[in-house]
């Protein structure tokens, strides 16, 4: 009969295990246990065997001596047996065999030399001390069911041929003989559930053991998926800043300098737009395999950092050794010619660029120093043409960071008056009027030069300042434009880091709220490049701003390639296309595309808008087109607030602001 765990751990098996295999194996497991059992039990046994002969001396005295002899004789034999095939490491069976030998054997010589006593009474009340015999083969040692068996039933057997010969009433014979006869069952029966439940324990065991190597294999599987890149096969991120910190550490207590090199591949974003994201992949792949066998080379290790960036560290003692290594990673690349047509800067093969940095001695010198050393060597290595290497240099004026200025400046920006806001006009081509204004934020620093919003956007994104600046916009429009209702409609630029953090909407609720303006006057344009994996997110979060009333406006359209994708999940207010396409209507063909675009947008039921109208020809060509709203120098340069201020909103004004801006 199979029991319902071996059925359990025959389908758990790789392969599956035999009830057969689990038997055997089951004997084999514990080998060493159960013979030292089995040694120190009888031990004990014989022990107790030896002291029954206090009560042959009291209860059989005139056979006590030859009875104590055999007691003595039957215990030195098996001990000494038992000792022998121990120091011979004997199999087990051989060792519970004596065991039992020595139950049946103890039992017979006693049982031989006191029924000869004259003291009949006293012998026949002592003869029930004979069950303890068969007790101990079921239950005291550990024998198989058989062994048990057999053993328990030559005492019960020996127990009735010495019942024949003894003289004894028959009610006596009856009474003994149940007696003995109870015994064997019951101790029998008891024997076998204890075997059954020392396999049961067993195959728990079995399947235990299988179960947690199974979640430790799995464990570990989990572990290398966790630290490795899914598409490079390389280490990925947590990896790479576990060994960082690893190397690090070595540099701060024994002084084992190391490198971090960093490695972008140049205008990877365009290779994407041309040749599409399933090439783009196979690009990365191609160059990671590239990078790997290469700094293998050089005992060095390698890991993806970003989307198309990868970091390499390796031990190193002088800055000659970083530099070939560097330069053995740009050639590595350069030598793949992987084509690369839309770059425009003289070369159409991918390449990288590469920013190194070395320890070196410095006071305060944190982990995160390197890496951003190395950041700034690599942004020089972008700066001086792409396809070549930096090493970072402290005495380098070129290599101050330019971000590291401006983080600063925006911790300070609202405070200290730094960050303002200007407007630029959307006219209504059926009107004729101005419809809306776009909030451009603009930042100077302490000695009044501009920075432009091209350096510190991308810096706010990184810093996470862009959520206060973000929430200063909103608010500022509502005071400057919208409570007196100077304008009716101003739009906002809204950031993916945004959209992205919870509690957005309802700060923007907030805002509302405290300013009494109603969500019908903003509009929130959100720029077509948003990364389409953080779109559950960023859905939830538009949704929440269109039951504000907020509009919902799609900026930049056919700048990216997430454009249809977001056509599809959200239903925009306005759609604005990008001024590219509008420069492009000088070429037929440029012309025919921004139809193109016009009727994809259209039998969406979006409203359009084009941004970069500079021309009246440009103006005409929008009417031509039946677009329903334009932006752009024509129309009205970006101005400040004041210039919208002068009274609330009229329709005669409005032609005489868009003049004067």
């Known amino acids: 009969m199979i029991s319902a765990v071996e059925v359990e751990l025959k389908s758990q098996g790789e392969p599956p295990l035999s009830p057969t295999e689990l038997r055997a194996l089951y004997r084999d497991e514990g080998k060493a246990d159960r013979k030292l059992a089995s040694r120190q039990g009888l031990w004990v046994a014989v022990v107790v065997y030896l002291l029954f002969s206090v009560p042959d001396l009291f209860l059989i005295p005139d056979v006590a001596n030859a009875s104590i002899a055999a007691r003595f004789a039957v215990g030195i034999f098996v001990l000494l047996a038992i000792e ?99 015994c064997f069952a019951f101790t029998s029966y008891v024997n076998w559930k204890l075997n059954r439940e020392r396999y049961n324990v067993f195959l728990n065991a079995v399947e235990a053991r299988t179960q947690q190597k199974e979640a430790t294999e799995r464990g570990k599987a989990l ?66 395999n590239a990078l790997d066998a290469t700094i293998k080379q050089h005992n060095a290790s390698i890991g993806r950092y970003g989307g198309e960036e990868f970091i390499v560290l390796a031990r190193m003692e002088r800055q000659e050794q970083v530099a070939l290594l560097a330069e053995a990673i740009r050639k590595t690349v350069e030598n793949l010619g992987i084509l690369h047509e839309q770059r425009r800067d003289g070369m159409s093969i991918v390449t990288v660029s590469i920013g190194a940095a070395f320890t070196r001695a410095q006071t305060g010198a944190k982990l995160e120093k390197i890496i951003h050393e190395a950041d700034r060597a690599l942004y020089l290595a972008k700066a001086s043409g792409r396809n070549c290497v930096r090493l970072f240099d402290p005495n380098d004026p070129q290599s101050s960071d330019e971000s590291e200025n401006i983080a600063a400046l925006l911790k300070i ?80 630029n809204v950031s993916p880091i945004q959209l992205r953090t919870p ?20 509009a929130f344009e ?26 919902i406006w799609l900026d930049d359209f056919g700048t990216g390639f997430a454009g249809l994708s977001w056509l599809r999940l959200i239903d925009f207010d306005t759609v604005k296309i990008d001024r590219s396409f509008l420069h492009d209507c000088r070429s037929p063909r440029g012309r025919a595309m921004l139809q193109d675009i016009i009727g994809l947008i259209r039998n969406r039921g979006h409203k359009i808008l084009v941004e970069g109208v500079e021309t009246e020809e440009q103006l005409l060509l929008m009417r031509e087109f039946g677009i329903d709203k334009v932006q752009g120098y024509h129309i009205g340069r970006p101005a400040p607030a004041e210039t919208f201020q002068v009274h609330p909103v009229s329709a005669k004004r409005e032609a005489r602001i868009l003049k004067l801006a």
């Open 526 to 551: 959100i720029t077509e490049g948003l990364e389409m994996e953080m779109h559950s997110d960023i859905l939830r979060c538009i949704s929440d701003l269109k039951l504000l009333g907020i509009r």
């Open 84 to 182: 022998i095939q121990f120091r011979m490491d004997a199999e087990t069976r051989w060792l519970d065999g004596t065991c039992a030998f020595a139950l049946v054997t103890g039992y017979a010589a006693w049982l031989a030399t006191a029924i000869q006593t004259e003291h009949v009474q006293s012998f026949s009340y002592y003869m029930i001390f004979g069950a303890i015999f068969m007790m101990g083969a079921n239950l005291f040692f550990s024998f198989q069911f058989r062994l048990s068996v057999i053993s328990s039933g030559i005492v019960l057997s020996t127990f009735f041929l010495a019942l024949y010969f003894f003289p004894s009433t028959r009610a006596y014979q009856f009474s003994f003989s149940l007696f003995y006869i109870s």
């Open 413 to 492: 920006a609202i405070n200290q008056d730094l960050v303002s806001l200007v407007y630029q006009p959307i006219q209504s081509i059926e009107a004729g009027r101005l419809e809306a204004v776009e909030a451009l934020m603009r930042l100077r620093m302490l000695d009044g030069t501009s920075v432009p919003p091209s350096l510190f956007i991308p810096v706010a994104e990184r810093t996470g300042a862009i959520l206060e600046l973000g929430r200063w916009a909103i608010r500022t429009v509502c005071h400057e434009l919208i409570i007196d209702n100077h304008v009716h409609l101003v739009s906002v």
């Open 503 to 522: 509690g957005f909407a309802a700060s923007v609720a907030a805002i509302l709220t405290e300013t009494g303006v109603t969500g019908s006057r903003l």
């Open 223 to 288: 572990l290398r998926l966790s630290r490795t890149d899914p598409l490079t096969g390389l280490e990925n991120r947590r990896a790479v800043d576990e060994k960082l910190r690893d190397y690090w550490n070595d540099w701060q207590l024994f002084g084992s300098s190391f490198v971090a090199i960093l490695i972008d591949v140049d205008f990877f974003k365009k290779f994407n737009d041309c040749y599409g994201h399933q090439e783009g992949d196979r690009c990365l792949v191609r160059v990671a």
